[in-house]
């Protein structure tokens, strides 16, 4: 599979070495998505890109964990040309998400909202 | 209806000063409202954001606004970073590249927000020097106090930003400010939990505190907030509702205002002077993420 991975260029999807709108991160999210729904391996490079933020990483990685396993996400997503200090914040959104989504009522208000349409509140 | 406004510092006297003036004007509709500044011997330039704020605010009501009697020392200060260019004043340039101009942002508007801090911060090169890791953290932290309002105030009236470098003391000051429906109000519809405004805060700076719901998680914009301004030895003041809140050695404090703030003002305070790499030891494999 890693052999034969998808190429997603975060900086080609926000336009913009800033990447730090929630929406631009929702884009990257919607990609990665349909990658990992087809069982497709992923890369996703942050070439070229200065400054992520928390919210940007939110919708486009975060909300993964909504709706794949960890072990899927693990299996089929990699990340490249990201700078050390942007792979601990990435490192911590993640390991925010998992707990998001840990919590039973959370996650349900989470299927509830995505089924309502409302997938930002 | 005349009303006078003292000194605004940015501290809590500053932010009790600019909720009396919200409790006194709140009400007016279709008013002239003028504000005599002859006692405002000094405006920190940052606190245009959440004075602009209000200014609006009233705006919106049709209320005709006239600031008076203004000093000269504020006068100039507050033209150089375009306020006062709103209430028919002529713009003039920054003669010191000092201020970060005060700004005014649709919820929608991230990438002009983007665009506002690569040009009058990153590109700037007659600002004071920066650390490469001081400059990329700091314009973070912008863009995470600017994301936080357009995910949590639900604000339709805007986002107000205004900064001023001060060289001599290595310090610069930045405030975001919104219309939107405060801290306590968010916390209280999407946790059910019964807090007053300084404590509900509180709660959103803390731990793993979240007011996100849906499919989106959240909750870190804030706590990374904290943590920069902890390394870096500046301060922040979070004024959301009726609460008072600051961060500074580490350490916060909460207040209650006598007054409510319409919506909330994130101000922080950088020392500029900081050379730390930002970078920790503990540094985490890209193949060890997910």
Redesign the interface.
């Known amino acids: 599979m890693t052999n034969n991975l998808l190429e997603v260029s975060v900086f080609e999807i926000a336009g913009?070495p800033?990447c730090?709108?929630?929406?631009?991160g929702q884009k990257v999210h919607d990609r990665l998505a349909a990658a990992l729904k087809a069982g497709h391996g992923v890369r996703l490079s942050f070439h070229n890109v200065?400054?992520?933020?928390?919210?940007?990483l939110?919708?486009a990685i975060?909300?993964l964990?909504?709706e794949f396993d960890?072990a899927q996400?693990?299996a089929l997503?990699?990340?490249?040309d990201?700078a050390?200090?942007d792979?601990?914040?990435?490192?911590?959104?993640?390991e925010?998400?998992k707990?998001?989504?840990a919590d039973p009522q959370?996650f349900a208000?989470?299927i509830q909202?995505?089924q309502g349409g409302?997938?930002?509140? | 209806m005349r009303i006078a406004l003292p000194q605004l510092h940015h501290d809590q006297a500053g932010f009790d000063a600019l909720v009396d003036l919200w409790a006194k004007t709140e009400a007016c509709f279709l008013d002239v409202i003028e504000l005599d500044l002859s006692d405002a011997t000094w405006i920190d330039a940052d606190l245009c954001a959440p004075f602009g704020a209000l200014l609006y605010a009233l705006g919106e009501r049709i209320n005709t606004v006239k600031l008076l009697n203004i000093r000269p020392d504020v006068e100039r200060a507050l033209t150089q970073n375009g306020f006062l260019s709103i209430y028919g004043r002529k713009a003039v340039p920054d003669r010191w590249g000092t201020t970060l101009p005060y700004q005014q942002f649709d919820p929608k508007d991230d990438r002009y927000f983007a665009d506002y801090v690569e040009t009058k911060l990153i590109r700037r090169t007659e600002l004071p020097a920066m650390s490469s890791a001081l400059l990329k953290k700091l314009s973070e932290s912008l863009f995470e106090i600017f994301s936080n309002a357009v995910i949590h105030s639900s604000t339709e009236m805007g986002i107000f930003s205004c900064g001023q470098f001060f060289p001599k003391r290595d310090r610069l000051n930045f405030s975001v400010a919104d219309l939107g429906i405060g801290i306590r109000r968010n916390v209280t519809e999407t946790t059910g939990l019964t807090l007053d405004a300084a404590q509900a805060i509180e709660w959103a700076t803390t731990g793993r505190n979240t007011t996100r719901r849906g499919a989106i998680p959240g909750g870190l914009g804030l706590k990374l907030l904290v943590q920069f301004v902890d390394l870096n030895g500046g301060s922040l003041q979070i004024v959301s509702d009726a609460g008072y809140w600051r961060r500074e050695n580490g350490k916060s404090c909460i207040v209650q205002l006598t007054r409510p703030f319409p919506g909330t003002v994130v101000s922080v305070e950088i020392n500029t002077a900081d050379q730390q790499s930002y970078v920790l030891a503990s540094e985490v494999e890209e193949t060890d993420i997910f």
């Open positions: 913009s800033f730090v709108a929630s929406d631009d200065t400054i992520v933020t928390s919210a940007f939110n919708a975060g909300q964990y909504g960890e996400i693990r997503l990699k990340v490249s990201i050390p200090d792979v601990m914040l990435l490192k911590r959104v993640v925010t998400a707990q998001y989504f959370t208000q989470a909202a995505v409302d997938g930002d509140d």
